[in-house]
């Protein structure tokens, strides 16, 4: 009937109108410009945010760490010997202690990776400190060497940075580093403070009171002038190999 062709008619023009409709928006979609991100691009991007704002905040934290040895002169002085356990980054802050700690307070140290710490006969007994290093405070081998620190009547000192960790309970007494997480991969802000952690105990040690001001400013200095490492890595960036010298507790840095 005409009826039915007038509506057909009209379902036809809807039916032009919203083909024309939809052909215009993938022509707008068409001119929309490619954004090219992958996943790895973006976790480059996140790990360098990050690591930045770790390094700039590594004078904040060692001054959070000031006084956080719970240790006194006396007590540190009736040791006969120091063993520092770790494992990875943490082991290398364990050299540089090692070096300090042997110069200054003129105390016999011992280095142990914490994987090996169970299975040497090690001559500690209730007159040696123990003092573990670790970034999470559960690092299985870690905990190891403190149980069987323990075990041998040691005097065990822990150094870390995760409150409420296992090492935290396993150890005698606990130097809470206090730096935050480390979102990017690097240890910076928690090796900075397991350095100044060793250096305190030298500090205990030989009963020196002054305070560390000095060396927070020269942190917050060096961290702030980014431009001194950068053209040192920019002036080697195309070498192949790379050797990196040092002596003392300097040497231990490269290492």
Same mark, same amino acid.
């Given at each position: ?6 509506r057909?008619?009209r379902?036809?023009r809807?039916d ?7 052909t215009?928006?993938?022509?707008k979609?068409?001119?929309v ?9 973006h976790e480059?991007?996140f ?7 770790a390094?700039?905040?590594v004078?904040g934290v060692?001054q ?6 719970n240790m006194t002169?006396?007590?540190l002085?009736?040791v006969d010997q120091v ?6 980054t943490?082991w ?9 700690i ?5 105390i016999p ?5 914490? &994987?090996?710490?169970r299975?040497?006969?090690?001559l500690i007994n209730e007159?040696?400190?123990?003092i573990?290093?670790?970034q999470?405070?559960?690092t299985a081998?870690t ?6 620190a ?8 822990g ?5 409420? &960790?296992?090492l ?6 606990s130097?809470m580093?206090?730096a935050?997480p480390e979102?990017s991969?690097?240890a910076?802000? &928690?090796y ?6 060793a250096?305190?105990?030298?500090r205990?040690?030989?009963?020196d009171s002054?305070n ?10 060096l961290?702030?002038?980014?431009d001194l490492v950068?053209?040192?890595?920019k &002036?080697?960036?195309?070498e192949k190999?790379i ?6 507790f300097?040497y231990?840095?490269t290492r």
């Open positions: 009937t005409a009826t039915e062709m007038l057909g008619g379902h036809l809807e032009v109108a919203v083909a024309e409709h939809a215009e928006a993938l022509e979609l068409r001119t410009p490619n954004i090219s991100v992958t996943l790895q691009s480059q991007w790990a360098s945010y990050h690591e930045k704002m390094i700039f905040s004078g060692l959070v760490l000031v006084g956080g040895l002169t006396a007590e002085r009736a063993v520092i356990t770790a494992c990875g943490s290398h802050a364990a050299l540089v202690g090692e070096y300090l042997e110069e200054f307070a003129h140290v011992e280095i142990e990776y914490a &994987s090996e710490f299975y040497r006969h090690l007159r040696t400190l123990v573990p290093i670790s999470s405070g559960e081998d905990l190891g060497a403190v149980r069987a323990r075990a041998a009547g040691a005097i065990v000192v150094i870390v940075n995760s409150a409420g &960790s296992t935290t309970r396993d150890a005698t007494v130097v580093l206090q935050g979102v991969v690097a910076t802000k &928690s900075s403070a397991q350095l100044l952690a250096l305190l105990f030298v205990a040690w030989v009963g002054s560390l001001d000095e060396v927070i400013s020269e942190a917050n200095r961290v702030r002038e980014p950068a053209s040192a890595v &002036s080697c960036d195309r190999e050797v990196v010298l040092g002596r003392g300097t231990a840095n």
